[in-house]
């Protein structure tokens, strides 16, 4: 199965916005017990690994020491080398996987105190996992700067705190059809649209838009033109209170957004469910996604190089966003002791993480591992390595306002919306949902 990050997309904001009434103290729900309406991130489905299943089916706890959820594939991956740490510790484990909604449900089990001692999810959950109180932070070794790249150690830290164990990050890339294009590591967006041209590319940059936008893959180019969404403190934590959002950076984006949707390099005809098949069938000579799009441009056999998304000249370099996958040890675990135990050795080898690798390929964080991967698996080490000049997304509740409102402004703008108007009325439409 590929992972497609625009279901990650249109999944994990629902679930933020559910989330986030939960921690303003709403009391939504769906009808079935849990918050309401959310989804976790991952592409993940199928049945609990044991245990039996709630009505609301969620896994039972079942009776086992250290009790783990995940979504499918990384259930998957984590059974065996859970099961090997527990037998030398000469306690029981059961990894089960939450088909659906695993944030939603965790947050919720955890309050009813039946759910796991461990969840593994996306960094961007920790601002709501923190403000319902449903994980607790971590000590992580000594020595964790040395063993865990920068990126991974920024994502998991939250006003101050360390709330999770970091193992995975992705990242948007510029994939370059070499057959397409003499420039395969364009410096610029400029360059990159020369040289695609030169070369007689019926598509010359394959970014999904859709009608609806997609904000996530538009990042690169909106940060690299001034934009930005939320500004920080003197501590350097995310301040909903500053919305870049219809600010100067942000219309001077929209401008470069909406002349690259003149010139026909941005697309509201490319979206999440044609932008990759675009470039492995040989009709777009670059190719801006993720890792997930390898399985896909392998199989095609496609001559490609792979680089940092570049920026506008000579304005700033481009920021996509870096999505880190890490271990939290829920609060009101049944055995907290066994779970910071577990983390804890994550964080101090690489062991556990290049099982997982085997069975579920992500770019690790851990730099040991990367070292042993980069021969075999050496675009996935490129990966990690891109996303140290990315940004970690915004793991405050309030992100979940900036979704629908910034992409239907992009994609407005790319289909010839005025820029400067158009982004003002996305960041008043985002403050009032922060309120």
């Known amino acids: 199965m590929q992972i497609r990050r625009k279901n990650f997309l249109a999944l994990s904001g629902v679930a933020a916005s559910a989330t986030l009434l939960a921690a303003c103290g709403g009391d939504a729900t769906d009808g079935g017990g849990t918050t309401g309406g959310g989804s976790n991130a991952s592409d993940g489905g199928g049945a609990s690994d044991g245990g039996g ?33 527990a037998e030398g510790q000469g306690i029981t484990v059961e990894v089960q996987t939450v088909a659906n909604d695993l ?10 105190g039946n759910g796991p001692d461990i969840v593994l999810g996306a960094h961007d959950w920790i601002g709501n996992l923190v403000q319902n109180g449903a994980i607790a932070p971590v000590q992580l ?13 920024q994502a998991v830290t939250y006003d101050g705190q360390t709330y999770g164990v970091p193992y995975a990050v992705e990242t948007l890339t510029l994939y370059a059809n070499n057959a397409l294009t003499d420039v395969p590591e364009p410096g610029t967006i400029e360059e990159l649209i020369e040289a695609a041209k030169a070369g007689g590319a019926e598509v010359t940059l394959s970014l999904p838009v859709g009608e609806q936008g997609d904000a996530y893959h538009m990042q690169p180019l909106y940060t690299s033109a001034g934009g930005y969404l939320f500004g920080t403190d003197a501590e350097g934590n995310q301040d909903p209170s500053d919305l870049g959002v219809g600010k100067e950076g942000s219309i001077a984006a929209a401008e470069k957004i909406g002349a690259l949707g003149a010139d026909q390099v941005l697309r509201t005809s490319i979206t999440g469910d044609n932008a ?21 441009i392998n199989t095609a056999g496609i001559d490609f190089t792979m680089s940092a998304v570049p920026g506008f000249e000579g304005m700033e370099p481009a920021k996509p966003f870096a999505g880190v996958n890490a271990f939290y040890v829920a609060s009101n675990g049944e055995n907290q002791g066994f ?17 997982m690798f085997q069975s579920n390929n992500l770019p690790p964080v851990n730099l040991e591992l ?19 000049q990315a940004e970690p997304m915004p793991s405050i509740p309030q992100m979940a306002a900036i979704w629908g409102p910034l992409g239907q402004a992009q994609a407005n703008i790319v289909g010839g919306a005025d820029p400067a108007s158009t982004m003002q009325a996305a960041g008043e439409e985002i403050a009032g949902q922060i309120g």
Not at 103 to 112: G, L, P
Not at 349 to 354: D, G, L
């Open 103 to 112: 944030q939603t449900n965790y947050v919720t089990a955890n309050q009813a």
């Open 53 to 85: 299943e709630t009505a609301e089916g969620v896994p039972a706890r079942g009776n086992a020491d250290l009790v783990i959820w995940a979504d499918e594939l990384k259930a998957k991956s984590l059974q065996e080398p859970a099961k090997a740490w």
């Open 276 to 296: 990759i098949s675009l470039f492995t069938d040989g009709k777009a000579a670059y190719l801006i996604s993720g890792p997930w799009a390898l399985g896909d």
């Open 370 to 388: 990367q070292e042993k991967l980069v021969g075999e698996f050496p675009d996935m080490v490129k990966i990690a390595e891109f996303a140290e």
């Open 339 to 355: 779970a910071q135990t577990f983390v804890g050795e994550v964080a101090s080898n690489a062991e556990i993480a290049e099982q």
């Open 141 to 153: 070794p000594g020595d964790a700067a040395d063993k865990v790249a920068p990126i991974g150690l």
